[in-house]
Structures are given as structure tokens and as C-alpha cells.
């Protein structure tokens, strides 16, 4: 185990169980707040998923500020209407309920609605000033895709152009509490089910090889996840009210948020964030398409790592659910190991109905320098990766995954 000096944080407080979404209205009463804000978007409210909540806090007396106007890859503008939305009502704490998007604004509400600082002068690594810490609003958190983990992240990701994001992050980002419900995911449509939560699976893998913060805790959360998502991963996908595989999949996709918060994620992602901006390919899509061409790169420095996390599926009996047992198995050296990692995510991947080549949405090698230049832009993320990427490894990796 990897025992150097480290720091860890994380939210203070995790409720994981069906139906606790309520606890909510028990925690505000607590608190005795009674203008809460739900930040959300229009997919959720339509569905009803709010209206049992909503109910009853009508019946505790509470006024109910319902802010639906969130949408996927949340922009500038969106986030200061919600701002805005929030010290118009006067509201006294925050309910984010929705897939990272809606937790993400949520998270910037909690912290711009009495903060003096802009919201374009937050952006960055902690550049929010102290002093808004004390005018913080309570927020509470509860995700409705097992993916991003943003529920246990202390970073809000914000659209800024027509390509491009840009992130906050700062420790006061970190929710009161994360409610995990897997009430609220039984709606999810299988292919956002299936991209979600191989975006989680590569949090997961990222954290455990990241190469500065690596630390003891994020390497024992990502092995958890890692076996809790890929048990679960195809139940969720075609059996969607299987309620105990849709909660597996929220507290996978919870401990791999706690442990990429901590040791953060690289190339995977690094080179999925451009495809997301120039082609609006789902944020976990982008990451199942590069990852195996990513993970084979990388498997020259990677290789005991990708081969332990094999080990730990192997040992608690999910490969052989997916793959034929072969004779050798345990013979087979490190790097047949991590190679036989690598088989198993793209196997799973086709498994699941996601595509698995960039040209199935529509791109063609043309595009491959653009997207190899600004995948090379995302410096913050390539940092972490255990191999050093070049433009021309960038070029390779798209190239193979065409
Ligand atoms: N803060 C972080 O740490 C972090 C990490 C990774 C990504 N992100 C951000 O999170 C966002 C992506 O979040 P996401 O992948 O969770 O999706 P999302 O919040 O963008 O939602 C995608 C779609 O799924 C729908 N949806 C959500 N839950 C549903 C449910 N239970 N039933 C039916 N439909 C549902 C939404 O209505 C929406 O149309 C991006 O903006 C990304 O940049 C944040
Ligand atoms: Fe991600």
C-alpha cells in the first residue's frame, strides 16, 4: 500500500439508504430551516421524483423555492439565475437533487447567495474567500445518476463557451450531508445508467493510479467501488427497478467520488472532456470510449496497478461472471493481468450497448488534431496520470479509438 504523506476530506456526513431522501425534511426541522431552495432540472420535476418531498414539506410548514431550470452542462448564465433565484426568495438553505449537474449549481448557490466575490472571480483552486464559509448556506445533496459523485466532491464544473468548462474548487464545496436514495435512480434510462456508471468505474481506476495524490483511503475506496459497480453495473442497465443494484450503484459511484476527490483523475479523462465539448457526447460516453485505448498507454507504468485491481475482481468472483475461466489464470505475469483488466472494461462496455468507436458518433480523423490539442490543454488532469502524455500519444490514443 502506498504510505505516503497524504490528506483526505470528504463530506462530514453520508445517509446511504432507499427512500431516506425524507430524512432531508428531519435535518432541516433539526436545523430549524423553513425557506428551502430545491435546485433540480425540468427532466426531474417531470417525472414526479420531487412531489413525495414536496408534500410533505408543505405539510411541516416549510415554503417550498423550487429552482427546475438546471440543464445538462450547466452554464454561467444558468448558474446566476439560480443565484439570483435564491436571494430573490431570501431562502435560508440549499436542496440539490439531480444528476452532477443540478448538485454542481447547487453547490454554487450554497456558496454565491451571500458571497461578495463574483462567480467569475471563484473560478480556480481555492480562490474563494475565506469569509464565505461563515455565510454558507446549508446544503444537502442527493444524487440521481450513480456517476459523477459530485455529492462527495468539492468541485462545481460550470460551462463557460461552446467548447469549453472550467472548474471550481474549494473544500467549502463539500455538502452537510450526501443522501444516497435509490428511489430517486430507478427513472434512469439504461444508456445514462450504463455511461454513468462507467463514468464512475474510471474515477475509480484514475484515483488508484494517480500519481501525486495516491493516497491509502482513495486506494480502499476505489477497490470497494470498482467491485460494488462492476457487480452491479449490468443488473442496474437491464433490470432498472432492481432497487438493491440501483443503491449498489449509488454508493459505488459515492466511494469513487470520495476517492478521486482526494487523488485526482488523468488522462481518461484528460482526453474526454474534448469530446463532450466539440461533440456534446455524454460526459460518461466520452470516458468508455477513450478508456481502454488510454489504460493500454498507460499500461507501461501502470501495469502492477491495473493487474491488482484485476486481482481484487478476480478474487471476489466478478471476472468470471463476465469472462471464460482460462487455464493459466493464475499464472498469467503483471502485464497479462493488466491487459486482461483492460479485455474486461471494453468487453463490459460492449456488454452494456454503448458504442464503442468515435466514428459511431460521427467523428473522423479530421477531427483528431483538434482534439488532440485540447485534450493537451487539460493540464490539471494530465498531472495525475501515471505516464506522461504527449500530442502525438494524444493523436495515437483518438486515432485507436476511432
Ligand atoms: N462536481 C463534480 O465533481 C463533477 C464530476 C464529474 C462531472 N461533473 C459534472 O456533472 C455533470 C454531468 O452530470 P450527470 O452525468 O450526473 O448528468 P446530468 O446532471 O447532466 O443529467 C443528464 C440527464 O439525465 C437526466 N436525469 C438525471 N437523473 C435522472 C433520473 N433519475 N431519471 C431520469 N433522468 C434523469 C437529467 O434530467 C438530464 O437530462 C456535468 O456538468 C459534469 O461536468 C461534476
Ligand atoms: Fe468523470
Not at 405539510?59 to 448564465?77: C, M
Not at 433565484?85 to 435560508?92: E, H, K, L, T, V
Not at 438553505?93 to 454554487?108: E, Q, R, Y
Not at 480562490?127 to 456517476?147: D, E, F, R, W, Y
Amino acid at each position: 500500500m502506498n504510505m505516503a504523506n497524504f490528506q483526505f476530506s470528504t463530506t462530514p456526513k453520508i445517509i446511504s439508504s432507499a427512500g431516506s431522501l425524507m430524512q432531508a425534511i428531519d435535518w432541516l426541522e433539526k436545523n430549524k430551516l423553513n425557506k428551502p431552495m430545491i435546485v433540480t432540472d425540468a427532466g426531474i420535476v417531470s417525472l414526479g421524483l420531487l412531489a413525495p418531498l414536496e408534500e410533505r414539506m408543505l405539510q411541516n410548514n416549510k415554503s417550498v423555492y423550487i429552482f427546475d431550470q438546471v440543464q445538462a452542462d450547466p452554464s454561467v448564465e444558468i448558474v446566476t439565475q439560480a443565484i439570483d433565484f435564491a436571494r430573490n426568495n431570501g431562502i435560508d438553505s440549499v436542496l440539490g437533487i439531480g444528476g452532477g449537474s443540478s448538485l454542481d449549481v447547487a453547490k454554487l448557490v450554497a456558496i454565491q447567495t451571500h458571497n461578495s466575490q463574483t462567480l467569475e472571480a471563484i473560478f480556480g483552486v481555492e480562490v474563494i474567500q475565506s469569509s464565505a464559509a461563515c455565510s454558507k448556506l446549508p446544503l444537502i445533496l442527493a444524487p440521481t445518476t450513480a456517476g459523477t459523485g459530485s455529492e462527495v466532491t468539492a468541485v462545481a464544473i460550470v460551462t463557460t463557451g461552446n467548447t469549453t468548462k472550467a472548474g471550481i474548487v474549494s473544500e467549502m464545496l463539500y455538502p452537510d450531508i450526501a443522501i444516497l436514495d435509490a428511489q430517486l435512480t430507478l427513472s434512469l434510462p439504461s444508456s445514462v445508467t450504463a455511461a454513468t456508471g462507467i463514468d464512475a468505474m474510471v474515477h475509480a481506476i484514475e484515483a488508484f493510479t494517480s500519481k501525486i495524490k495516491k493516497n491509502p483511503y482513495s486506494d480502499m475506496l476505489a477497490k470497494q467501488a470498482l467491485l460494488l459497480l462492476t457487480k452491479n453495473i449490468e443488473t442496474a442497465t437491464f433490470s432498472p427497478s432492481d432497487i438493491s443494484a440501483r443503491q449498489a450503484m449509488l454508493l459505488g459511484a459515492c466511494l469513487a467520488g470520495q476517492a478521486f476527490a482526494n487523488a485526482p483523475v488523468g488522462a481518461i479523462h484528460a482526453l474526454a472532456y474534448p469530446l463532450g465539448g466539440h461533440f456534446h457526447i455524454p460526459h460518461g460516453l466520452s470516458n468508455a470510449l477513450v478508456m481502454p485505448h488510454v489504460m493500454r498507454f498507460n499500461a507501461t507504468a501502470a501495469a502492477d496497478m491495473y493487474a491488482e485491481l484485476y486481482t481484487c475482481l478476480q478474487q471476489s468472483g466478478v471476472v468470471f461472471e463476465h469472462l471464460e475461466r482460462t487455464d493459466n489464470t493464475r499464472k498469467q505475469t503483471t502485464e497479462q493481468q493488466a491487459e486482461a483488466f483492460i479485455t474486461f472494461l471494453f468487453s463490459l462496455v460492449t456488454k452494456l450497448g454503448l458504442p464503442t468507436k468515435l466514428r459511431e458518433l460521427g467523428i473522423t480523423k479530421a477531427d483528431i488534431d483538434t482534439l488532440s490539442i485540447d485534450a493537451m490543454k487539460q493540464t490539471r488532469l494530465l498531472v495525475n496520470n501515471p505516464k506522461e502524455v504527449s500530442l502525438e500519444d494524444a493523436m495515437s490514443i483518438y486515432q485507436q479509438a476511432l
